[in-house]
């Protein structure tokens, strides 16, 4: 079993959809958790970051975590073609390298 | 604030030519470096670490090295290139210091075409 797992999609959405993205994982030791948007041919940026369980809101994002179910999500309100990319999640257990997903594609169309 | 630089943006190289990937860091002291390779439609590959100077943790064995000759700067060499390293080279950064989730600021990445 992987530590991370990810959906691949594609996923397809129309404009101002709610997205639900969603990442499993393994290692009940992780405790710190990221999304990480990645635009064609750029770098990955932090776009979140959640600590232990519990729901953080940034904006039309909000980051959310069930440790219980070892189970994170990143919804988008109000989807834009501009969120178009690649979605990573990320976790740690603490002073140890992320270990990522394999990243969910999104588009959102206009 | 933090810079992250990597160049080449973009190379092309024959099998068995040698590489040499260039990242510096702006910005922080004693920053944790990584190299990560991506390949199309695929996930990140932790390729190396370093936590310090000349302090190199390898995560998969092939025909890549890592070095770290400054405190922010890492380089990935090869001696000679296979068709199976071309992909998207990232350099990433992370402050312990600052923060033990280990939050990692990524460059722009270089583009290897292994021809």
């Known amino acids: 079993q992987k530590e991370v797992e990810q959906d691949p999609g594609p996923l397809s959405v129309p404009e101002g959809a709610i997205v639900s993205l969603n990442c499993t994982y393994s290692?009940?030791?992780?405790?710190?958790f990221m999304w990480y948007r990645q635009y064609s041919r750029k770098g990955p940026e932090l776009l979140m970051y959640t600590y232990s369980s519990g729901n953080k809101e940034d904006g039309r994002f909000t980051a959310q975590v069930d440790k219980s179910s070892k189970y994170i999500s990143l919804f988008i309100r109000d989807s834009q073609p501009s969120d178009s990319a690649t979605y990573l999640c990320?976790?740690?257990?603490?002073?140890?390298?992320?270990?990522f997903g394999k990243g969910t594609r999104l588009s959102v169309i206009a | 604030s933090q810079t992250i630089h990597q160049w080449p943006a973009t190379l092309v190289q024959p099998v068995g030519s040698p590489l040499s990937l260039e990242c510096t860091v702006e910005?922080?002291?004693?920053?944790?470096l990584y190299w990560y390779r991506q390949a199309a439609g695929r996930g990140l590959q932790l390729l190396f670490y370093?936590?310090?100077?000349?302090?190199i943790s390898s995560e998969v064995p092939q025909n890549l090295s890592a070095s770290r000759p400054q405190d922010r700067q890492f380089i990935l060499s090869s001696k000679k290139l296979l068709l199976s390293d071309s992909g998207f080279y990232l350099c990433?950064?992370?402050?312990?210091?600052?923060?033990?989730?280990?939050?990692?600021?990524f460059g722009p990445g270089t583009r290897l075409t292994v021809l």
């Open positions: 370093s936590v310090g100077i000349g302090q």
């Open positions: 990320a976790m740690s257990r603490g002073n140890t390298p992320l270990v």
């Open positions: 910005g922080t002291s004693n920053p944790n």
């Open positions: 990433a950064w992370s402050s312990r210091r600052d923060s033990p989730a280990d939050t990692q600021y």
């Open positions: 290692n009940s030791a992780f405790q710190y």
